[in-house]
């Protein structure tokens, strides 16, 4: 029985959700941080590691891999390292025991983690442009969004079980070590995805007859497209503002540390209440879709995130552990609003036979996202919660304007 090419997606979109939530940068990567002796500016760094890096490196891939017409190879290139990478994760920690230097070994990890998935989500973009029409994008994208929803609860649900009935970092050894094996069934998607080879762009040869290399040339038409496109422009205006929230949020798990007494298995609990935020938002998203597109997603997000810091903030001064842990499902809401419209967003505005471009850019503009966790790590040890939480609500506020400003035309209606 041949599989469709969205079915080959929809695979790989659960079984990365799986993965995510093994390694989760809200809840289980700052927790294994602070259980190894690390605090708020070491959650931080690996912050900046798993979300920031990828997107300063985007930039240099596009420009490597945007004229070559097949993208599928490198696409599994750059998931199969990060097999690796979760492997060797699990592996080192094992040998190393309950001793501080499980940190570096997370950081250097993670880092190769996070490098080969910006390589590998590069051609993930433009594949997902090729394979899906402009007629099914808007079905598409929420579709993919209940298959990871389905996968993040069960590993959710997985990762309770195991931070709860082993010692550290034993759990945490389950978890890398799952987290490479679903990974590695992931690529079972792509593996039957047939896609169809676009042209090749390159820029018209140079006045001695050699062509710029890729990276260079890539580079070079940054300004121009950012001057011609609007819509690029507002929709990098708005992820930046709202990157203070977005990169914020593994803190609420940072405040939870230092208010209440932590257990493992409570923070199996956070990841399981997160995805239910997130499966939960996916049929308001869907609905809001159908009446105003991506845009009015991604305008959600950015008003979950004003209202999580300051409830947070108030939860923790005020609620038992059980009620403050009712803040992920916000927090579950506004990450899945944020995977769904940004990607979505950026699909449609970019042009077809530019879209890994696109992406790169996009990736490499996004200094804020890229910068701010490490800001925030320290901010928040030398100033304190509420001053940078308060900030990164007001941030989230002003983000609304560029958002309101993406226009993208009625193709984003469901269909």
């Known amino acids: 029985m041949k599989i469709s090419n969205r079915h080959a997606l929809y695979w790989h979109s659960f079984f990365l959700a799986v993965t995510t939530s093994f390694t989760e940068v809200n809840t289980v990567m700052p927790a294994l941080i602070l259980e190894a002796g690390g605090g708020e500016r070491a959650v931080g760094a690996l912050t900046a590691i798993m979300i920031g890096l990828p997107l300063v490196a985007q930039l240099v891939f596009a420009g490597f891999l945007h004229e070559r017409p097949r993208k599928k190879p490198y696409l599994l290139l750059g998931i199969n390292v990060r097999v690796l990478a979760l ?9 190393i025991g309950t001793d501080r230097s499980i940190i ?25 442009g090729k394979v899906v029409d402009q007629a099914h994008r808007g079905r598409f994208f929420v579709n993919r969004q209940v298959a990871s929803g389905a996968g993040l609860f069960i590993s959710a649900a997985a990762t309770r079980l195991f931070l709860g009935a082993t010692a550290f970092p034993q759990g945490y050894i389950l978890l890398f070590a799952m987290a490479a094996g679903f990974l590695l069934v992931a690529t079972g998607g792509f593996w039957v995805l047939r896609e169809p080879v676009g042209p090749i762009v390159t820029e018209a040869k140079s006045g001695e007859g050699v062509r710029p290399s890729g990276i260079l040339s890539a580079l070079r038409q940054v ?11 507002a929709l990098i205006a708005a992820v930046n503002l709202g990157a203070l929230g977005f990169t914020a949020i593994p803190l609420i798990t940072a405040l939870a540390h230092r208010s209440y007494e932590l257990q493992p298995a409570t923070v199996g609990w956070f990841v399981l ?19 105003g597109g991506f845009r009015v997603v991604l ?19 005020l609620v038992p552990l059980g009620v403050y842990a009712v803040l992920y ?33 996009f990736g490499a503009a996004n200094l804020g996202t890229a910068l701010m966790p490490l800001a925030t790590g320290f901010l928040t040890r030398g100033l304190g919660f509420v001053p940078v939480f308060a900030t990164a609500a007001l941030f989230s506020l002003v983000a609304l304007v560029p958002a309101s400003r993406i226009w993208c035309g009625e193709w984003y209606k469901v269909s």
């Open 223 to 233: 300004p121009g497209i950012l001057r011609a496109d609007a819509n690029m422009r």
């Open 299 to 317: 305008r959600a997000e950015l008003l979950l995130l004003a209202s999580l810091f300051p409830l947070s903030l108030l939860a923790a001064n």
């Open 329 to 361: 499902v916000v927090a579950g809401a506004a990450i899945s609003a944020h995977k769904l419209g940004v990607d979505a967003i950026l699909v449609q505005i970019s042009p077809d036979n530019r879209r890994s471009l696109y992406a790169g850019i």
């Open 104 to 128: 570096p070994v997370v950081f250097f990890t993670m880092a190769v983690f996070a490098l080969s998935g910006a390589f590998a989500g590069v051609s993930y973009a433009e594949m997902m």
């Open 87 to 95: 492997a060797v994760a699990a592996v080192s920690i094992a040998a």
């Open 273 to 291: 209440l997160q995805v239910a935020g997130m499966l939960a938002a996916n049929v308001l998203w869907s609905r809001l879709i159908k009446r």
